[in-house]
């Protein structure tokens, strides 16, 4: 029973979630967050899961009408959070933690046997040093 009323809180939180997106911002958007012709889709959007909450709610509270998005000036700074952390939840798989820094890389001069090109080595032809498998042992090669 206690399972299955978190299960049904968590659905009815969603939907609380989902309302305010819907009716404020669906039109535009579509409802499911993916697009219109009217408004770009914000979900799986890398240019909004960069942003933070902070910088979001920002953005829903000035809009950009230079580009058809009105402000929000309006909603209360609950209601500007709420939407905020929907978009954050929209695009939690596009969200990136920072990459760990790249190691170090040394170069060095090639040494004997590297294939520093496609070809095997600098002349292009493909020939290779090797004298392990001939034309007289070839045919008695076996899988090992």
Known sequence: M???????FAFSQQLFADEPF??????CHGEDARGTAQGPGLAMNP????????ELQAYLEHGNPGAGMPSFAS??????????KYLRRLNVDMI????????????????PGDWRTYD???????YSPLKQITTVNVSSLKLK
């Open 120 to 126: 095997g080595n600098d002349s292009g032809n493909r």
């Open 47 to 54: 240019r909004v899961a960069e942003q933070s909450a902070d």
């Open 22 to 27: 819907a009716t404020r911002c669906g039109a």
């Open 2 to 8: 206690i399972a299955l009323a978190l299960l049904l």
């Open 75 to 84: 909603l209360s700074a609950a209601e500007r959070a709420t939407l905020a």
């Open 96 to 111: 990136v933690t920072p990459m760990a820094p790249p190691r170090k890389t040394t170069w060095a001069a090639p040494q």
